[in-house]
């Protein structure tokens, strides 16, 4: 199975850009990359996802490298409700009726007032 | 519109007692998942349904059952208890198969 490797931490200071690393070497031409972040104590929350392109949406951006390999999620200004758990998933069939979330470990950022 | 909803927040198990942990959603959606979260880790997938009355394995499913009669509910059974058990559980629901997924607050759980 495809999977993800991500660092495990990453500090930024508030109100800076972000960028969160991604790979996914054995990823899949069916495979969506998905972005969740999980918050303490708290149920994961989406972020973005995208599948070649890049994407934007009022939360983040997502860079997808050209061979697909690798992605960024961008914080465009990191505030301190930003620091969470960070996971990089690609999304994929587990049957011919729904697609699993198959979750890493994830990047821990802390954001630094 | 309460979205994704978890009962208990937090309950403590010894071992072989069985309990249910019961998920509800109000969005009609069709596809509903639970999943459980080690210290550290990230979510792995325990069971999914595409709809009321279908339900179907993920990866860790060994020690749990589940039952889909309605749309809005989805709970999880454990039936005899184990330490390994241990870990909070997530469920979460999203209305296409491609869709977002939305997650409850999660239900921690301790066997002791």
């Known amino acids: 199975d495809a999977k993800t490797t991500q660092p495990n931490s990453m500090e930024s200071n508030e109100e800076e850009p972000v960028h969160l690393p991604c790979n996914h070497s054995t990823i899949s031409g069916t495979d969506y990359i998905h972005w969740y972040r999980q918050l303490p104590s708290q149920g994961p929350e989406y972020v973005i996802h995208g599948l070649t392109s890049n994407v934007n949406n009022r939360m983040a951006s997502l860079a997808i490298a050209e061979d697909r390999k690798s992605s960024t999620l961008i914080l465009h200004r990191a505030t301190l409700r930003d620091a969470a758990v960070y996971y990089c998933?690609?999304?994929?069939?587990?049957?011919?009726?729904?697609?699993?979330?198959?979750f890493g470990s994830g990047t821990q950022l802390t954001v630094l007032p | 519109n309460a979205g994704v909803t978890q009962t208990p927040k937090f309950r403590i198990l010894k071992i072989g007692q069985s309990m249910t942990l019961q998920c509800a959603q109000d969005m009609n959606h069709n596809y509903m998942y639970w999943y459980r979260q080690d210290p550290g880790m990230g979510l792995k997938l325990i069971y999914y349904?595409?709809?009321?009355?279908?339900?179907d394995k993920g990866e860790v499913p060994n020690g749990y059952n589940v039952s889909r009669s309605t749309t809005e509910d989805f709970p999880l059974r454990l039936e005899l208890a184990a330490p390994s058990q241990t870990s909070v559980y997530f469920c979460?629901?999203?209305?296409?198969?491609?869709?977002?997924?939305?997650f409850g607050p999660g239900t921690r759980l301790t066997v002791l």
């Open positions: 998933i690609l999304r994929r069939f587990i049957s011919g009726s729904a697609r699993q979330l198959t």
């Open positions: 979460a629901s999203t209305i296409h198969r491609d869709s977002t997924q939305y």
């Open positions: 349904s595409v709809g009321a009355g279908i339900t």
